[in-house]
């Protein structure tokens, strides 16, 4: 009898959802749906890398924070309200397809992906829903924000992609897998959140700024799954069911560690917002900017206090560093079990009767140890922005997203490592920008992007997913906001003297903001203005303050 790799399907996943199925698992039918769903199509469904190219540009508003909470301070903005944006991200090492070729009806990931199977395979998915947020300035010199999202992540780590590979092999049903250790784990959570930032240093050339995030979590459900020692082998024939027939066979050996919020994996089960299950994160980031040419941004007020002209950049060198998603959410309900899964003749049958997999694990196995709640951790990575201001409207602009999670640690999101470097053009209403992205387990790919006025869609894969055979990632992001611009500044300043002209008292003549932007007068014109002319109706030279000097009288002896 052939074996069924559905069953193969329920003993392997650590969930039901399609989202979780492991790539050592082999069913023709829905390995295209799968794979699509987790490669190629990830959009409709789910950040590692949010909105590639996106967050650099100065007009990206309420939705910089997400990279580096300093970004609102000192914005383009007085105010910016984003309605809804979404992120979307998947990428592995094992399967690279052509987009478009994907979604022909007669293609076969079997025969027509390019595959890349390692003892080490890996497979990420981020996704993060922007939802209503805004920002606005406090003061001159800060600006706060509140935001809500929702986000989710799956992360496959170190599963046996040569397994994989060989269970290719249509010449015997009988199979053995060698996974040794992988790890798997997902989460679901929204969060609100509240950003405070403000500008730290402004001496001239030099200008530093600083922000804070502050994150209530409310976890939407998690589950994983951790295997130490894992072999699993099928004999298509193994039990002897009388009469001549046979039916599969399974004998392994190993440890599963298996966590849940809840026993989501049942086939009645109605989802709920899982109770108990809440926690608090935070953001943190500092933005430099170097500005030679900052007094060519300056208006000085008659009070002779200085300020920058909001609607403009004024940099020459931007560097921002951050760190993001630092916390965690505690899942009190959950539960963690351990099972020894050494046993040998479970026949398919009685792998097929159970309903689940927590009733295969507890029913067809030995549990050794059992934990009531359990912490899952946010994706906590440090960002590295650096942006050279080109031309008026053309920048440079590199990023680095670094996880600071281990691959291997349990209960963990973590983003996928990514390094970008992105020209772009911009401007108040229009920004185009092409990223070029090397990404972990995706490799290298080229993408596109656009920010027209309140709308902005793109994708840091669009250009190579669709012109390369070998795509192992894809994204996507759109959005929608009401920006509210800063005015132009208007600085007209006719005599050049740094006393605008509204202010000035004599626009057409230079002056000090002493004096109202009106030079000073030499009533005697002895070349001393009245301001330091001691003597100002009397002419005088300058060296004696003004004043005529005294004449000595000589006398004869």
Not at 326 to 352: C, K, L, Q, V
Not at 362 to 379: C, D, I, M, Q, V
Request: net charge negative.
């Amino acid at each position: 009898m052939k074996h069924d790799f559905i069953t193969v399907e329920r003993f392997l996943t650590s969930f039901k959802n399609e989202s979780f199925i492991f790539t050592t698992t082999k069913f023709s039918a829905m390995k295209k749906n799968v794979l699509l769903l987790l490669v190629l199509l990830s959009s409709i469904y789910v950040k590692a890398q949010s909105y590639i190219g996106a967050l650099s540009d100065n007009y990206s508003g309420v939705n910089s924070l997400i990279s580096n909470p300093a970004n609102i301070a000192d914005s383009r903005f007085k105010a910016d309200i984003n309605l809804i944006s979404f992120s979307a991200f998947a990428g592995n090492d094992y399967y690279g397809v052509n987009i478009l070729d994907a979604f022909k009806d007669d293609y076969d990931f079997d025969l027509d992906a390019k595959k890349s199977p390692t003892m080490n395979n890996n497979l990420g998915i981020n996704i993060d829903v922007l939802g209503p947020s805004f920002m606005f300035n406090l003061t001159e010199n800060s600006s706060i924000a509140v935001f809500s999202r929702a986000r989710s992540f799956v992360n496959i780590n170190e599963i046996n992609g040569e397994t994989a590979d060989a269970l290719d092999d249509d010449t015997s049903d009988d199979y053995n897998i060698n996974e040794d250790d992988f790890y798997s784990f997902g989460q679901t959570w929204a969060e609100v959140g509240l950003t405070y930032a403000r500008v730290i240093v402004h001496n001239e050339q030099h200008f530093l700024k600083g922000g804070v995030s502050i994150k209530y979590l409310q976890g939407g459900g998690s589950a994983y799954l951790l295997g130490k020692n894992v072999t699993i082998d099928y004999d298509a024939d193994g039990t002897d069911l009388g009469g001549g027939e046979t039916t599969g066979s399974f004998n392994s050996s190993g440890t599963l560690t298996y966590g849940r919020h809840d026993n989501f994996d049942e086939s009645d089960y109605d989802y709920e917002v899982p109770k108990n299950a809440t926690g608090f994160g935070g953001d943190i980031g500092l933005v430099y900017e170097f500005r030679p040419k900052y007094a060519d941004y300056s208006v000085t007020h008659a009070d002779g206090t200085l300020q920058t002209q909001k609607d403009k950049n004024k940099y020459k060198l931007k560097i921002g560093v951050s760190v993001t998603d630092i916390g965690y959410i505690n899942y009190d309900d959950g539960i963690e079990e351990t099972f020894n899964i050494t046993n040998s003749n479970i026949s398919e049958e009685d792998i097929e009767n159970e309903d689940d997999l927590n009733n295969i694990l507890n029913n067809l196995y030995r549990l050794t140890s059992r934990f009531r709640g359990f912490k899952a951790s946010l994706p906590t990575a440090v960002h590295l922005n650096i942006d050279w201001n080109l031309t008026n409207k053309i920048y440079l602009n590199v990023n680095t997203d670094y996880s600071l999670v281990s691959k291997t640690a349990l209960n963990s999101s973590k983003i996928l490592n990514t390094v970008s470097f992105t020209p772009r053009f911009e401007s108040k209403w229009l920004s185009f920008y092409v990223p070029f992205s090397i990404v972990e387990y995706g490799g290298f790919q080229i993408g596109a992007g656009l920010r027209a006025g309140p709308l902005y869609i793109g994708s840091g894969s669009l250009v190579s997913a669709l012109s390369n055979d070998d795509s192992k990632s894809a994204d996507v992001f759109a959005g929608l906001k009401l920006p509210i611009y800063h005015s132009k500044s208007k600085n007209n300043d006719r005599d050049g003297d740094g006393v605008e002209d509204k202010l000035d008292n004599c626009p057409n003549e230079a002056g000090p903001i002493t004096n109202d932007g009106c030079p000073f007068m030499d009533r005697d014109v002895d070349g001393v203005t009245d301001n330091l002319d001691k003597c100002p109706d009397v002419s005088g030279p300058a060296d004696n303050d003004g004043c005529p000097r005294k004449k000595v009288e000589k006398k004869n002896i």
